[in-house]
């Protein structure tokens, strides 16, 4: 193996003793950062992250509250909550764990949220605002992609970086604060020609596209820092990510790997951004 393997379960944990010291000295002024979940319907791994998300709370010092609802119910209750969390004034933080049931409409819940609310940074108004590069809150998958290759200590600027996948939560957001670190940047998407090649050029590439082990080491340039995003079961059933671990690890400089990469990283960022709302 010639890879360095970015550690993302240590990088999320040295964050998170610094959020921790951060919680306690925004409760001495008398504030408590208060996250509010909602979950609908039972999937299982959706009701996994919820828990992590609520357990991460509690770690932090910061308060949490679970709205579990039912598969069946309507758009209009869900809205009518989100409302009530809205003005909720020991609520800092709304997230509505995705994906929704079918018959909700995920944009309009979206688009319900305070936008001073949206630790998801998913609502309009906050995507616009990292389009301009003034923002308070970041897409979490996304900023704790940044913070891992932070840690490798490469220097985004004037790299060649290539995002695959053009996803409104992970490729575009990713490709945006890529952007605003000078680097250079190319989103691929199932309709790119000359993939192999593309991916190639890239000194930094970043996978999203939720297929296994799509991206094989000879996509890889020779050191380049390799980032997957992926969360896949293989034919065995065991996590695997977008990236084929075993021939990038021989190509690449730096690999994140499924589990312990960019995972840990996302709910991290969750109470970054809990945090930030709060002390607001
Ligand atoms: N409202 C949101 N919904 C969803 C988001 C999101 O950011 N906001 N992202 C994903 C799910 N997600 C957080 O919600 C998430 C996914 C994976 C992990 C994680 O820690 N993965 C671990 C493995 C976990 C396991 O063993 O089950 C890892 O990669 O090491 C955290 C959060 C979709 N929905």
Known sequence: MKATIIDGKAVAASLRSQL???VAALKEQGVVPGLAVIIVGDDPASKVYVSNKEKACAEVGMY????????????????ALVEKLNNKPNIHGILC??????????????????????VDAFHAQNVGRIMIGDYKFLPCTPAGIMELIKATGIDITGKECVVVGRSNIVGKPMAMLLLHQNGTVTICHSRTKQLKEV????????VAIGKAKFITGDMIKNGAVVIDVGMNRDENGKF????????????????TPVPGGVGPMTITMLLKNTLTAAAK
């Open 240 to 255: 695997c990510g977008d990236v084929d671990f075993d021939s990038a690890s021989e190509v690449a400089g730096y690999l």
């Open 20 to 22: 921790k010291d951060q």
């Open 199 to 206: 991916c190639r050029r890239a000194d930094i590439l970043v």
């Open 64 to 79: 949490s509250e679970k709205y579990a609802l039912p598969a069946q119910t309507t758009q209009e209750e869900l809205l």
């Open 97 to 118: 764990q995705l994906p929704l049931p079918k018959h909700l409409d995920e944009k309009a819940v979206i688009e319900a949220i305070s936008p001073k609310k949206d």
